[in-house]
């Protein structure tokens, strides 16, 4: 069976932080890219960042120099790294595995708040 477990999200300031977790039960993580997007309701769902299997990184206008994706293989761990975070980022992040195709798996979505 495939599941992608997040972690890490809730409830921040203005300016703080958060790091995002997903974990993967996959035997083929590491040959797949690995992303995080959000979706805010009406909205399309809008890629944050991306990390391919070789560690080639891919961020949103909106977040560069904020955010920071990783991923360790050994761990079928894909992170999400946010800092300086604002008001607007104020979103459900979901993590994706394989891309937005058919061969793609998405966990079930984590809540970012960020307010005063």
């Known amino acids: 069976q495939v599941q992608l477990v997040e972690s890490g999200g809730g409830l921040v300031q203005p300016g703080g932080s958060l790091r995002l977790s997903c974990a993967a039960s996959l035997s083929i993580f590491g040959i797949r890219a690995m992303g995080w997007y959000r979706q805010a309701p009406g909205k399309e769902r809008e890629l944050v960042a991306r990390i391919t299997s070789g560690g080639s990184t891919n961020y949103a206008d909106s977040v560069k120099g904020r955010f920071t994706i990783s991923r360790d293989n050994a761990k079928k761990t894909v992170y999400l790294q946010m800092n300086s975070l604002k008001p607007e980022d104020t979103e459900v992040y979901y993590c994706?595995?394989?891309?937005?195709?058919?061969?793609?798996?998405w966990g079930q979505g984590t809540q970012v708040t960020v307010s005063s």
């Open positions: 994706n595995h394989g891309g937005l195709g058919s061969g793609g798996y």
